[in-house]
């Protein structure tokens, strides 16, 4: 099945080629950890999981990794003021993050490298950088990238750098040559420290994934390269620079971005202090609740999250439960078995996913499924094997959404209760069979 992806190195839809035929090669801009994630951090998440679980589906095998920038100024900040180290920081923020990754039933990455694991592979990387003249050592003792030494720098992200509009998301520092040069080791007097030929100081954010992508994945080219649109520039193109010159390399050969999250209408960022943190929103509601959110809208529109849409996700969510779990009581209820049973998704519900992860008409296609079934438990001869069938293929199409809806196994209890129901309605002692009825609605099993 063609697989087609926004590529944003050309802001087009293109057909996936992967490098090597049948796998892919994937890398996701993960967490800097100084503190608790927002739900907006979790978008990215959620998104490359459903395409790794769509490749899966398809049939490729899937080399995943996603990073934890441990090193950060945040980090040295958070640490400082607590009076502990920075690993103390950094462990108790990967921890934390890994709970909610959990709760948002997400495949882990094959690897999960760290700057403080690859830090020496960093400084052979940034010295050999220096030797070839692609970076430089300040007065200050920070050493920077030269991006006038990059051919097409901007290729991903357009910006121009003859154009000398400096943003705010370039910093300005009378030290270097180029207002977009970016800082590659940084000179510092506060919190870790490591020793490099350049001096002492830490490794810049920009570096991390490209030398964590050669030393995982042992090439300089991948299929594809994620993270949030943010990340766009000046992250990746940045990225992208180094590899252009240290490998000869784009890095990725196509380069996906997640949209926004807004809370009540504006973005959400930790400096405005306008967030929603992932802890919060997943003990207030719930994993699937949060997935569903992110799912129903495409990846690449911005998410408003408001009481509105929780509340809409909430009902849709719930009417798959309902769904669900009708079809799973009436098939115990058959005496079959609801266990493993292996299905396909249906092709249309793995062809709007591969048309660039369109998750919101993949929510569709569940919907009509279980409107279907819906239909069947109606008839006074529901099918059985229609009906498992059914159940089967929506688990299916669930599983690749990563949604976990829950059902009720019913117990041996629960069957005796069904047959003294029907006892009860065929000896038309309609006062028992209506009381057996409530208990078995409130155990979800008849509705
Ligand atoms: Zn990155």
Redesign the pocket.
Known sequence: MEIKLFNGLHDRLETFKPIQPGKVTM?V??PTVYDYVHIGNLRPLVVFDVLKKLFIALGYQVHHVS?Y?DIDDRIIEKAQKEKVDEATIAKRYIQAYQEDVAKMNALLPNQTPTVTEHLQAMITFIGKLIKDGFAYKTPSGDVFFRVNKVKNYGQLSHVDIHENKIGARVEVNPDKENPFDFVLWKHTTQGIKFSAPFGEGRPG??T???VMIKETFKQTLIDI?G?GFD?KFP??EN?MAQAQVAYQSRLANYWLHNGFINLNAEKMSKSTGNIFLAKDFLSTYSGPLLRYVLLATHYRMPVNISPLIIDNAQQELKKIQIGVAQIASYIQLQGASINNQKATPPASFLATLADDINTSNALTIIHQYLKEANGLLRQSHPPLDILLNRFFTIQAMLSILGLAIEFPILTTEDHQLYKDYLQAKSNQNFGRSDEIRKILHQRNILF
């Open positions: 890398y801009c993960g990073n920038t954010w920009h991390e994934c490209v390269h993270g990340l992250h990746h990225e």
